[in-house]
């Protein structure tokens, strides 16, 4: 019996979907939001580009601590009973932030709030997976992500303009009390997941961290997205934002409508993203090679932006945030490589190589950035932003040749013919 039979169409939407892709999208909002505060932020509390790189990207550090026991535990109890406690708890990090009075109080606000929020995409693809047919998981996945990255719209202009009715600190506290109600939306409508899909589908058959861990298509995938997709939310989470005021001189209007640009972009590539993907699977191409192709656009967007080339510079940042909907095409090729059951595992270790990427890459860009001195107070010159474009376009030049060298390790496996997992990969 299809999953879809518990719940008619409608109901399935509004019932599962709707909480989900809302925990995502808040998600995505807080990820985003620090590119909005970060001038109020740095004045306030007197931080340079590194320690505002290190306070935005504590986010993805308590994202990625939790990556490998989230996949476990969403794969045993469910998506529901993993996503309410952490929301209550990101809540309370939201809540922490607005009442900071020190940068180490920012700091245990922000990794609260990462740490809360962790299970909002694998939790929302593990929901799509268990609820609704296989044929139609790329194109949910791909809506998924859409409709969720619009929190990366609402961190730009809406925010900007909540920012005239209160503070950053009132900001925060409203993310506070919206965070609380998700959980309990999540807690009164979604239904209790379909046993039958979480473990009678392949029973005995679980896939252990070491087993993965040793899987040649694991190494040969999470690399290249880790670094590409982490390297494009770490620009477009913070970075963006200061390049266009440092480097393009933008005032602070043109500056948010340029981001809220992005974002929709990076949007409306997630939704694309998935109905190509399905699409192309009729004509024999799969994601396993629509995901390079992302990531060499992005790194000419990078290469662009470096060399100040003629075009708008609007036009690159919108290719980076393309990047941004790459884990599109990376969790569809996940779904067509491993089996049901495991996914919450694989793609728990899939998304800690992405948030991870992007809390070193965030980081990373902040401290090589200031290796430059400012040439005023708070704005670096072109130069150091230059050679921050230029490390990431070298460091996904090599991940891009390593997926190459190892693609057949992929392409082997057919959508309809996974393997199946043996004993010696059995849970004990």
Same mark, same amino acid.
């Given at each position: 019996m299809p999953t879809t039979s518990y719940l008619k169409a409608g109901s399935l939407l509004w019932r599962v979907f709707l909480p989900f892709v809302l925990a995502y999208f808040f998600s995505y909002?807080?990820?985003?939001?620090? /590119?909005?505060?970060?001038?109020? =932020?740095?004045? *306030? %509390?007197?931080?340079?580009?590194?320690?505002?790189?290190?306070?935005?990207?504590?986010?993805?550090? $308590?994202?990625?601590?939790?990556?490998?026991?989230? !996949?476990?535990?969403?794969?045993? %109890?469910?998506p529901v009973r993993v996503q309410v406690p952490l929301f209550l708890l990101a809540a309370v990090g939201a809540t922490t932030f607005s009442y900071a009075h020190s940068p180490w109080q920012l700091v245990a606000g922000r990794l609260l709030v990462g740490?809360?929020?962790?299970?909002?995409l694998v939790a929302g693809l593990k929901t799509i997976v268990l609820w609704f047919p296989k044929d139609r998981v790329p194109v949910m996945n791909g809506a998924f992500v859409a409709f969720g990255t619009l929190g990366a719209v609402a961190a730009t &202009?809406?925010?900007?303009?909540?920012?005239?009715?209160?503070?950053?600190? !009132?900001?925060?506290?409203?993310?506070?009390?919206?965070?609380?109600?998700?959980?309990?939306? =999540?807690?009164?409508?979604v239904p209790a997941s379909p046993?039958?899909?979480?473990?009678? *589908?392949?029973?005995?058959?679980?896939?252990?961290?070491?087993?993965?861990?040793?899987?040649?298509?694991? @190494?040969?995938?999470?690399?290249?997205?880790?670094l590409s997709v982490g390297s494009? @939310?770490?620009?477009?989470?913070? @970075?963006?934002?200061? @390049?266009?005021?440092?480097? &393009? !001189?933008?005032?602070?209007?043109?500056?948010v409508t340029q981001l809220f640009i992005m974002s929709l972009v990076l949007s409306?590539?997630?939704? $694309?993203?998935?109905? /190509?993907?399905?699409? =192309?699977?009729h004509w024999g191409v799969g994601p396993s090679k629509i995901l390079p192709g992302m990531v060499m656009v992005l790194m000419a967007a990078e290469l662009m932006l470096a060399a100040r080339h003629p075009i708008p510079s609007i036009i690159p940042w919108c290719l980076v945030a393309i990047m941004s909907a790459g884990t599109v095409a990376t969790y569809s090729i996940t779904a067509d490589v491993f089996e049901k059951p495991m996914l919450g595992r694989v793609n728990g270790a899939i998304n800690l190589f992405h948030i991870g990427g992007a809390f070193v890459l965030q980081? !990373?860009?902040?401290?090589?950035?200031?290796?430059?001195?400012?040439?005023?107070?708070?704005?670096?010159? *072109?130069?150091a932003y230059n050679a921050a474009l230029l490390l990431l376009?070298? &460091?996904?030049?090599? /991940?891009?040749?390593?997926?190459?060298?190892?693609?057949?390790?992929? *392409?082997?496996?057919?959508?309809?013919?996974?393997?199946?997992?043996n004993s010696a990969h059995r849970r004990p």
């Open positions: 909002l807080l990820r985003n939001v620090n /590119a909005v505060v970060a001038p109020q =932020l740095a004045h *306030e %509390f007197q931080l340079d580009a590194g320690q505002l790189g290190s306070l935005t990207a504590v986010y993805f550090l $308590g994202f990625a601590a939790l990556q490998i026991p989230l !996949g476990a535990c969403l794969d045993r %109890f469910g740490v809360g929020v962790a299970a909002g &202009a809406p925010t900007e303009w909540l920012l005239t009715v209160v503070d950053w600190r !009132g900001l925060f506290q409203i993310f506070a009390c919206a965070l609380v109600l998700i959980a309990v939306s =999540l807690l009164l409508l046993r039958k899909a979480m473990s009678e *589908e392949n029973p005995g058959v679980c896939l252990t961290y070491g087993a993965l861990f040793k899987d040649q298509r694991f @190494w040969s995938l999470a690399p290249l997205s880790g494009a @939310w770490a620009l477009q989470g913070l @970075w963006a934002a200061a @390049w266009m005021s440092d480097v &393009a !001189g933008f005032d602070r209007a043109t500056l409306t590539s997630a939704l $694309g993203l998935g109905a /190509a993907i399905s699409r =192309l699977k980081t !990373g860009i902040g401290l090589i950035i200031t290796r430059w001195p400012p040439v005023e107070a708070g704005h670096y010159p *072109e130069s376009a070298l &460091a996904q030049a090599i /991940a891009l040749s390593w997926y190459w060298t190892t693609l057949p390790t992929l *392409e082997r496996v057919a959508v309809d013919d996974r393997p199946k997992w």
